[in-house]
């Protein structure tokens, strides 16, 4: 008999000090954000179950504004950014200043950008419009659920 499919373990870091992030609040839900996660596989190759650990980063805008421009190309800060190693990089100011304008709480926001990663992890992906729309529908119904 088989018994459950391994999941990575998740770590959260706040490498950043301009935004107060609800860090127990999100180390407390983070675990079962896997799980659902992982249930819900993308089209493309997943990686998230053969991962032993994915490490939530949170930082500044100016820190993802180097990841950005480096990794992809783009200038300017972003939400969310997520490496095929098990890394997910989250700006704190982005997030709140989005969930500011969603009027929503910054653990909301928070919650939902490791979902975004996680999702990427497992084979989704947003760069097309029917892509997104079904990444986006993925994870609301996962935020939903842990938020």
Not at 19 to 30: D, E, G, H, S
Request: charged share 25%; proline share 8%; with cysteine.
């Amino acid at each position: 008999m088989a018994g459950p499919a391994p999941q990575p373990s998740i770590s959260l870091v706040n490498a950043q000090r301009g935004v107060r992030v609800p860090l127990p609040a999100l180390r407390k839900v983070t675990p079962d954000a896997v799980p659902l996660c992982l249930k819900a596989r993308g089209p493309q190759r997943a990686i998230l179950s053969k991962l032993p650990e994915v490490v939530v980063a949170i930082v500044s805008d100016a820190v993802i504004a180097r990841l950005h421009q480096e990794f992809g190309g783009v200038p300017g800060p972003t939400d969310v950014i997520t490496f095929q190693h098990g890394e997910i990089v989250i700006s704190a100011e982005t997030a709140a200043r989005q969930a500011r304008a969603n009027r929503e709480p910054l653990r909301r926001e928070l919650i939902r950008y490791i979902v975004h990663g996680l999702l990427h992890l497992n084979g989704h992906r947003d760069d097309t419009a029917i892509a997104r729309r079904k990444m986006w529908a993925a994870q609301e119904r996962i935020v939903e659920r842990l938020a």
